[in-house]
Structures are given as C-alpha cells and as structure tokens.
C-alpha cells in the first residue's frame, strides 16, 4: 500500500456492531479521499489497523484509490486469478 496515496470507500461495507474501530475508519473513507495517516488520526485508530482495514476492504472492491496500478500488483492479481480457476476446476491440468 503506498502510504501518500489517497483512499475512499466506494461504498458502505457490511461491518458489524462489534467492530467500532472499523465503523469510525469506514465513517472518514466515506467523507472524502484521505491519506492512510490522515484516515487513521481523523478515526483515533492506529496506522497499522487502517492500512489492515485498506487491504482487506481494496481485496474486496470496496475502496478506491488515486495511486497507479503498478507492475507488481498486476501480476499478484494474475495469480490469483490462476489460483481461484484451478478452485473452480480442481481437476484440470492448469495449462
């Protein structure tokens, strides 16, 4: 995660009453883009909590960024795609 980039919800995520840190992290995504140190000040959450609650939710589609694709990102995702066709077809040879 490029900590200078910029982060926004897309959307509202599900997130449950038992998690109110995520709730107040969700709550300043919501408002308008921010940066990871800006998000976890404006919610009283830790950096490292915000940068987990970025992954998980960016992993999903449900935060947008104004930072490039890069390089590297592009082939983690060509390997997740090989990894969830061979769990949609377990038995195929992966060629």
Same mark, same amino acid.
């Given at each position: ?8 919800? %897309?959307?509202?995520?599900?997130? +449950?009453?038992?998690? &109110?840190?995520?709730?107040?992290? @969700? /709550? #300043?995504?919501?408002?308008? &883009? @921010? /940066?990871?140190? +800006?998000?976890?000040?404006? *919610?009283?959450?830790?950096?490292? =909590? #915000? !940068?987990?609650?970025?992954? $998980? ?5 449900? #935060? +947008?960024? =104004?930072?490039?694709?890069? +390089?590297? @990102? @592009? %082939?983690? =995702? /060509? $390997?997740?795609?090989? !990894?969830? *066709? ?5 038995? *195929?040879? $992966? /060629?």
């Amino acid at each position: 995660v490029d900590v200078n980039a910029k982060f926004k919800m %897309s959307r509202w995520p599900q997130i +449950e009453r038992e998690f &109110p840190k995520h709730f107040r992290i @969700a /709550t #300043v995504m919501m408002k308008q &883009p @921010a /940066t990871l140190s +800006e998000i976890a000040e404006q *919610s009283g959450a830790t950096l490292g =909590d #915000v !940068i987990d609650f970025v992954n $998980g939710y960016r992993a999903i589609g449900f #935060v +947008e960024t =104004d930072a490039p694709v890069t +390089e590297g @990102a @592009a %082939s983690r =995702d /060509t $390997g997740r795609g090989a !990894i969830l *066709s061979r769990l949609k077809n377990p038995f *195929s040879s $992966g /060629t």
